[in-house]
């Protein structure tokens, strides 16, 4: 008779579909809870019961998962942070560009969650404005700098929205039919006023 095997990693039986949807939705509960930094991949691992390199298989990175939680294209962390790598006055068009570029690639735009009215999609809205905070506006700030940067990076914002809302939204012409390229070379100029003035 041979011994059970109590080694087994947590999950490892499991389907790998059942796996990823427990993970993302425990991942949606504990980010919703205790926000980004409040939430380690260890312990959203322990709660969905898989082993960590299972999260990290699926979704490869902390932020990757965050960026499948709030229903955003994996590319779109990286394209935030090629941002900041340019001059800052040529910034404002470099924003509206990826913006565009790569909600055009996404079958479906994260900010639609922000119209839904289910009490867990508030949970994803809140998810929303965390990364936004986090991976735009205070690094905005700190890239502007001055007592009016908090401001600045809040009308940049503003605009971004606007941008999303008109394009993808309620697909108001000609902003919606417009390439990214006629749309950077628009409105990136207003989002660099924004920021530089």
């Known amino acids: 008779m041979t011994e059970p095997d109590t080694h ?13 949807q427990r993970i ?10 205790h926000g ?4 380690t991949v260890r312990a959203i691992a322990t709660a969905a019961e898989v082993d960590p390199a299972m ?12 960026s499948a939680v ?7 962390p990286p394209a935030i942070d090629s941002l900041f790598t340019g001059d800052l ?10 913006l565009v570029e790569n909600l055009d690639k996404s079958g479906r735009t994260p900010l639609a969650m922000l119209t839904r009215s ?7 809205a809140a998810l929303m404005r965390e990364f936004i905070d986090r991976e735009l506006t205070d690094r905005i700030v700190t890239l502007l700098g001055g007592s009016d940067a908090a401001t600045r990076a809040g009308m940049v914002n503003v605009q971004l929205l606007g941008i999303a809302v008109a394009r993808y939204l309620v697909r108001l012409e000609p902003i919606a039919s417009a390439s990214a390229d006629e749309v950077a070379a628009t409105y990136g100029p207003l989002v660099q006023h924004c920021l530089t003035g």
């Open 70 to 76: 709030i229903e955003m294209s994996e590319a779109v």
């Open 118 to 124: 289910a009490p867990a999609d508030e949970r994803s």
């Open 24 to 33: 993302l939705e425990t991942a949606r509960e504990l980010f919703g809870a």
């Open 36 to 39: 980004y930094a409040g939430t």
């Open 89 to 98: 006055g040529t910034l404002g068009e470099r924003v509206v560009r990826t």
């Open 8 to 20: 087994r990693r947590p999950g490892r039986w499991r389907s790998g579909a059942e796996s990823r």
């Open 55 to 66: 999260v990290f298989y699926f979704f490869r990175t902390k932020q990757g998962l965050f």
